[in-house]
């Protein structure tokens, strides 16, 4: 077994912790090399801690937006841990606490955490003049968690497939923290992934969905819909083609090539280099156009590029 690789490779889709915890709780800690057992175990024990401390912040979080009456609930990594799904809270690599409000709350919510001595990072240059589905990110010197606060969790609206209203009205409390039902926190976890980090366009597989879309679906929780949106059919077909699953959701009818291309769009080599260059391009090209537009239309923005050019150049160049 190549180890550096598993490391490597886990590291990168962010399950290293999620691997580590499996084989402990099969019992095959003994297949690993003690160096290697030695340094899983102390990122996973790091990992616990600080998940630990991201649930507290958290917990604080949900009572100071209760007390002020914002209508919120937290998605994503974080409501999966609030909702006590793992068998080890370490199992979870955690990024942002990404909570999602009522969206005329969201200026209030962003408001009451600076009053909290929370602090705003700085918008980019584009970022100054879109409709963004969540604020500039905030942190707090005593706190280890950065808080993203959505009005919106897609780059584009699907209400048919992710309805904000719906979520907040169907949330549920679980010791003092407001989350989705399972099944819609899975579905922001997908379409997250699928639209927001364009893994529709790339049609590549993510881990660590992946495995949360294994550990929801234990939880027995009865599903009120059953979603069917390309997006949901490509990751159901993607996930398949590395892990098994008793879910019907799971099923699908992609035909063998079909299968093959994904397997080897996933695939480090030439065919995954070259489809990801057009892939880029594509995005790139179509984020020019709305650049564009916006510099056209927006004189405010003319003169922010202008007073910024060197930022602009250097990101025409692919420096930034």
């Known amino acids: 077994m190549d ?6 490779s886990s590291s990168q889709q962010g399950v290293m912790t999620s691997a580590y915890c499996r084989l402990k709780h099969k ?3 003994d297949v690993l090399p003690n160096d290697l057992n030695t340094y899983l175990s102390e990122i996973t ?9 991201l649930l507290n912040q958290v ?3 949900s009572l100071l937006f209760n007390t002020h009456k914002i209508h919120h609930v937290f998605v994503k990594g974080c409501a999966l841990l609030a ?16 909570v999602l409000v009522e969206p005329t709350h969201l200026h209030k919510a962003g408001r009451l955490l600076k009053e909290t001595n929370y602090t705003s990072l700085d918008e980019s240059l584009f970022g100054k003049y879109k409709d963004h589905r969540h604020l500039p990110r905030l942190i707090h010197p005593d706190r280890l968690g950065a808080v993203e606060i959505h009005s919106k969790l897609l780059r584009k609206e699907r209400q048919k497939i992710l309805n904000v209203k719906e979520i907040l009205a169907n ?9 989705p039902i399972m099944v819609a926190n899975l579905d922001i976890l997908i379409l997250n992934h699928q639209i927001n980090d364009f893994g529709y366009l790339f049609k590549s597989i993510n881990f660590k969905v992946c495995y949360d879309s294994l550990v929801l679906e234990q939880q027995n929780e009865p599903s009120t819909t059953s979603k069917t949106s390309k997006y949901h059919r490509l990751f159901y077909t993607l996930r398949a083609l590395y892990f098994k699953s008793n879910s019907m959701t799971s099923k699908n009818t992609s035909s063998t090539v079909l299968k093959k291309m994904y397997k080897l769009l ?7 280099r070259i489809y990801t260059r057009i892939v880029n391009v594509n995005i790139g090209l179509i984020t020019g156009l709305e650049g564009i537009k916006l510099f056209a239309k927006n004189k405010h923005f003319r003169a922010d590029v202008w007073n ?11 420096e930034e």
């Open 3 to 8: 180890w550096e690789w598993l490391v490597k």
């Open 27 to 29: 019992n095959l800690i």
């Open 45 to 53: 024990n790091i990992n616990r801690n600080r998940n630990l401390s």
């Open 59 to 61: 917990k604080e979080l």
């Open 83 to 98: 909702s006590g799904v793992y068998n080890d809270i370490g199992e979870r690599m955690i990024g942002d606490i990404d």
């Open 171 to 179: 949330r549920r409390t679980i010791k003092g923290v407001c989350v």
């Open 266 to 272: 996933n695939k480090k080599g030439l065919v995954r």
């Open 308 to 318: 910024h050019k060197s930022e602009v150049i250097k990101l025409f160049r692919g």
